[in-house]
């Protein structure tokens, strides 16, 4: 796995307009939250897209506007893991069903059969 990049506008003033990017090290990072002069600025933590995570994270500076786009669906991912959780009901994206071409099929979706009536409309 590797360690996480950190990425911030040379330019704060900039707000995201045509950023340049200036990579820093997490310790740099963690003392640059902690300055008075950083309040207002926000940052991103885009996690590996790969499974074994050997791609790292990645840090980056945004906007207020993205930042709060991003806390939304954070919050909401971490909403429907916990009840998905507590109640062992599992949510399934609707896309996990989407073939190569966009369509969706439920053939694979296994429901009991005492159930299955109750959701034909949901099919």
Known sequence: ???????????????????KWRKITG????ALVRLP?????????L?????DGSDGAIVIEATKADYVQWRKDKDHSCYIRKQSQASGIK???????E?????????????????????????
């Open 27 to 30: 310790e740099e990072f963690y």
């Open 1 to 19: 796995m590797k360690k996480t990049k950190y990425l911030i506008w040379k330019n704060p003033a900039c707000d995201g307009i045509n950023p």
């Open 47 to 51: 996690h590996s897209i790969l499974d």
């Open 37 to 45: 002069e950083s309040k207002g600025r926000y940052f991103i933590k």
């Open 99 to 123: 073939n190569d071409e966009g369509k969706v099929s439920f053939a694979s979706l296994s429901v009991r059969s005492t159930c299955r009536e109750d959701m034909s409309w949901i099919l």
């Open 91 to 97: 949510a399934v994206s609707y896309h996990a069903f």
